[in-house]
């Protein structure tokens, strides 16, 4: 990971995202984006992670995150790709209604040969690119984006209406995920 993209500071809150391999479209259906949900309630629970604001799209996930515990930012995210990453193929595997499972599941698995590092398929790209957000006006511009990225993709009109996103938390109504409202 370059030098520029490094969590420097474990108190500070970091924009990220993890995007699937050769941006498939892996996560389009409702089941796989809920593996990522049950990710990250548990680690919410458990590993101190604080959730600021978040999207799932069919191909990427946003986050605005930061931590109250002990666990490091960087241990956090690997937990969470390492446990979607497992979740999400299995799920594909297992799901004999996925019209693209053969297809997906090659592709995942011909990244994870070419990686070297995994031990079957590889679902996430490597990176995350962590940014740190020092300020509430950058924050509120990452919070922005978040949200609006279902309303660009033409899925809604408004952005609270996309049920995988914090933008209704925003809205003073309790959405999939309970969020630290940032701003």
């Known amino acids: 990971m370059s030098s520029k993209y490094k969590v420097r500071d474990q108190e500070k809150i970091y924009f990220v995202t993890f995007a699937v391999v050769n941006w498939i479209p892996a996560l389009s259906r409702p089941e796989y984006k809920e593996i990522f949900l049950e990710s990250l309630r548990y680690c919410q629970a458990n590993k101190g992670l604080e959730v600021y604001a978040w999207v799932i799209m069919d191909n990427h996930i946003h986050l605005i995150i930061g ?3 002990e666990e490091k930012i960087e241990d956090i995210v690997r937990d969470i790709k390492k ?8 799920a594909i595997e297992s799901n004999n209604q996925e019209s693209r499972r053969e297809w997906m599941l090659w592709m995942f698995e011909r990244a994870g040969k070419k990686s070297g590092k995994h031990k079957k398929y590889m679902f996430w790209q490597e990176d995350y690119h962590p940014i740190e957000l020092t300020n509430a006006e950058i924050t509120q511009q990452k919070i922005n984006y978040i949200h609006q990225n279902p309303v ?12 995988y996103s914090s933008a209704i938390n925003y809205q003073d109504q309790k959405g999939k995920l309970d969020v630290l409202l940032a701003c």
């Not at 660009?152 to 049920?163: A, F, N, P, R, S």
Request: hydrophobic residues 25%; neutral net charge.
């Open 152 to 163: 660009k993709e033409g899925i809604v009109y408004e952005d609270h209406h996309y049920v």
């Open 67 to 69: 931590k109250n515990g």
């Open 83 to 90: 446990f979607t990453s497992v979740h999400i193929c299995r």
